[in-house]
């Protein structure tokens, strides 16, 4: 599998690959963040998905994969550092603001910096036209979350630092895009990477949030358990996906696709939980599906 995947590297047919992966993952990300809400605090669903995540890829890790090489253990470390950063200041966003308000912006200021260290670590660079696809991409993402500001009346006193701790999130964001695409390029089996990067990202949220996990009723264990596999095999397709499509392909049009997820994110709430959209949030979603397709056609 890993000598037929690493055959399309620097290949067109390598290119059309990564950006079939990078939507697939929009696609699994959108339905990852809607796994996270319902009846528990979404940590203790994350910390679910963790565990399921580090359970079923550890012995794939030691067992299955190549061992990773020396130089590999730096950037997992690495790896880890980064990645829990993120989940922490992720948490000090959801916890102040609105997700509707805040989780646009995050997603909004990742690829603009994704793209930039892409051109700073791998020399990639943008045309003229591509980079108006991503202004337009960024003016429907936080368009979209300026319409879900003039509507929200909850926790408007806390806005402000939230949309702060937004941006750093979504520099995070773009910060371990970037990172994991140099691990996975830097190792000679791609799915090494992949096996110990489950492995070693599932920590972090388990031991922060142990304390929670233990008030979870006995009752509900079970569902809680279910739950938490189900994230787990998405999350191997849309965290797995995205950093195959950064080997594969343009580690910025990686990342401007993947924002897409907002789309499908507001498509889902919609069809299948009765959100209610509206002809402004319908434009905002074209602007943000037109950038992506602009950054692509243009490339």
Not at 62 to 70: D, M, N, S
Not at 134 to 152: E, K, T, W
Not at 188 to 204: H, K, R, S, Y
Not at 213 to 237: E, H, M, T
Request: charged share 10%; proline share 4%.
């Amino acid at each position: 599998m890993s000598a037929w995947l690493t055959g399309f590297e620097g290949t067109e047919a390598g290119q059309s690959l990564a950006l079939m992966l990078a939507l697939l993952a929009a696609v699994l990300h959108a339905v990852f963040g809607a796994l996270q809400k319902g009846r528990f605090d979404p940590w203790v669903s994350r910390a679910a998905i963790d565990l399921w995540a580090f359970s079923l890829m550890l012995p794939v890790a030691l067992f299955v994969v190549p061992w990773p090489e020396p130089h590999m253990w730096p950037i997992f470390a690495g790896v880890f550092v980064i990645h829990a950063l993120y989940k922490v200041l992720q948490a000090m966003t959801y916890s102040r603001g609105a997700y509707t308000v805040v989780y646009p912006v995050v997603r909004g200021t990742a690829p603009l910096f994704a793209v930039i260290g892409a051109g700073v670590l791998f020399g990639e660079s943008f045309n003229a036209v591509q980079w108006l696809g991503v202004g337009v991409l960024l003016s429907g993402i936080y368009g979209l979350a300026l319409y879900n500001l003039r509507h929200i009346t909850v926790d408007r006193d806390t806005l402000v630092p939230a949309l702060g701790f937004a941006v750093l999130t979504g520099a995070c964001v773009a910060l371990y895009t970037t990172f994991d695409a140099y691990g996975i390029r830097a190792t000679a089996d791609p799915f090494t990477f992949l096996a110990w990067f489950f492995v070693i990202d599932g920590l972090f949220i388990p031991l922060m949030v142990r304390n929670r996990l233990r008030a979870v009723p006995r009752a509900d264990w079970i569902w809680l358990a279910r739950r938490g596999l189900l994230g787990a095999v998405i999350a191997f397709g849309s965290f797995g996906g995205i950093m195959l499509a950064t080997r594969l392909g343009q580690v910025g049009q990686a990342a401007v696709l993947r924002e897409t997820s907002t789309v499908f994110a507001a498509l889902f709430g919609w069809l299948m939980l009765g959100e209610q959209t509206g002809p402004r949030r319908v434009f905002l979603m074209g602007l943000i599906a037109a950038g992506a397709v602009v950054v692509q056609l243009a490339a």
